[in-house]
């Protein structure tokens, strides 16, 4: 079982910057975490992914090089640094975990809100 919460959404303008944090608890060895976003009217979409195990990194186009995900091991929460933020970026942001085994995530966290004005 793994339990996840996110923090550090926020309004911020067009080219600022802002930190979420995915704090996660339970299981969390050999599994998959991601961040992913759902805008109004849209599906949810991937967003970045880190492999806790082996430190693998994964991102969608849209973000690659503006975005970092990263493991903070003081802390335990794999975090998502967002610079050069867009407009376009404005979404709910969820975190999320599946065995390395499996493909469909089945533990989410309940969002954290990124409005990225214009």
């Known amino acids: 079982q793994v339990q996840l919460r996110e923090s550090g959404g926020g309004l911020v303008q067009a080219g600022g910057s802002l930190r979420l944090s995915c704090a996660a608890s339970?299981?969390?060895?050999?599994?998959?975490l991601g961040w992913f976003r759902q805008a109004p009217g849209k599906e949810r979409e991937f967003v970045a992914g880190?492999?806790?195990?082996?430190?693998?990194?994964y991102y969608a186009d849209s973000v690659k090089g503006r975005f970092t995900i990263s493991r903070d091991n003081a802390k335990n929460t794999v975090d998502l640094q967002m610079n050069s933020l867009k407009p376009e970026d404005t979404a709910v942001y969820y975190c999320a975990a599946r065995p390395e085994t499996r493909y469909e995530y089945g533990y989410w966290g309940q969002g954290t809100q990124v409005t990225v004005s214009s």
């Open positions: 880190f492999n806790w195990s082996g430190g693998s990194t």
């Open positions: 339970g299981r969390t060895r050999s599994y998959i």
